[in-house]
């Protein structure tokens, strides 16, 4: 079973709506905690039927900021305790006797004035309920000086006040595969920040109940934060399954017809597979400067593959809806569903 958490930076862009489309795709995910979604909650609906977590609650954005989705698929018993526009706290009920556990999709409040606040609350979570508990989100926050490079120092007494809320709640950090540095300021130049601002936490408890859990940091082009994708029992290989490529009848109207397929419809998924691995490897680098202009010219490039491709499957969903809902709507449900 896996758990993604992502601060996504707004799922109204298709590059985004994408990647994280393809990330589901591709792991399987029983949840998806998603932060400053800036969308309401009709928008959040259409990525669950997208995506195919149908389950799920949802914090709308305040305009075009904040906004929390906690998803998660239709068969698991997962209920709610509480939220708020910085969190999501849930009790997952696995079945056939299996202990139940606690998951927080958690999001620090981005003022550091105001982040005492946040530490307050995840404390008061801490003392409402006592199962085993892990916390996920973008925190706002690092632990040490080592989890940030470049330009300015953090303030020891923000650091000192994460360490001791964590410690507070006996929560303990996960550690992670990748890149070590989750959020990056885009700059080029002196002023250029990377920061482990996102991270996974959890109780000894919870630990205990998943002694395999691991975190993995995987680049996304779509956003300024990585997305953390945790293995609860181990990480196993799931078979790929190559999307079924549809012929469209009218391109066979268009001269060069045939080039244009071998030449582009063949490569487009490779090149953009072999633009990602090389993102991922550059940040694995963990490099301030030397990378900094590849890194941010396979992001526009990456970016503008995901926005074509997304383009690309919702006009052939209302292709098929004008030429097959009327007759056939459960056929188009369910295909449109897939997308």
């Known amino acids: 079973m896996t758990i993604l958490a992502w601060n996504c930076r707004g799922m ?45 609650i949802s914090v709308k954005s305040d305009g075009r900021s904040g906004g929390l989705a906690l998803l998660w698929k239709e068969g698991f018993d997962v209920r709610l ?45 801490k003392s409402q309920c006592h199962l085993p508990w892990i916390v996920f989100g ?28 964590l410690c507070n709640c006996g929560l ?21 920040t990377l920061v482990r601002l996102d991270r996974m936490v959890a109780n000894e408890e919870w630990l205990s109940l998943f002694p395999e ?16 994708s945790m293995y609860l029992r181990g990480r196993s290989q799931r078979r790929v399954v190559k999307r079924r490529f549809m012929f469209e009848e009218m391109w066979t ?30 940040e694995e680098l963990n490099l301030l400067h030397e990378s900094a202009e590849e890194i941010q010219g396979l992001k526009k490039g990456i970016n503008e593959m995901l926005f074509r491709e997304e383009v690309m499957w919702n006009q052939r969903s209302r292709a098929l809806w004008i030429k097959c809902g009327d007759r056939n709507t459960k056929f188009f449900h369910a295909t449109a569903n897939n997308r």
């Open 81 to 125: 305790k509480s939220c708020s526009n910085t969190h999501i706290d849930v009790v997952v009920c696995e079945g056939n006797g299996a202990r139940p556990w606690r998951a927080t999709g958690f999001y620090g409040h981005p003022d550091s004035g105001m982040r005492p606040i946040s530490w307050k609350l995840l404390e008061y979570l």
């Open 12 to 56: 109204g862009s298709a590059p985004a709506v994408r990647a994280l489309t393809d990330e589901v795709k591709r792991s399987d995910p029983m949840m998806v905690f998603l932060a400053e979604t800036k969308a309401n909650q009709n928008r959040i609906k259409g990525l669950q039927r997208k995506i195919g977590l149908t389950q799920g």
């Open 172 to 192: 303990l950090d996960m550690g992670f595969v990748g890149q070590r540095f989750t959020w990056c300021n885009g700059r080029i130049g002196e002023q250029r």
């Open 213 to 228: 859990a691991k975190v993995f940091h995987k680049s996304m082009a779509a956003s300024d934060h990585c997305l953390l």
């Open 253 to 282: 109207r268009e001269e060069g017809c045939r080039e244009v397929i071998e030449t582009v419809f063949g490569n487009v998924t490779k090149v953009l597979k072999q633009k990602q691995r090389r993102l991922q490897y550059l």
């Open 138 to 165: 973008d925190f706002n926050e690092i632990l040490n000086s080592d989890e940030k490079l470049g330009w300015l120092d953090r303030d020891a007494r923000q650091m000192e006040g994460f360490r001791n809320c």
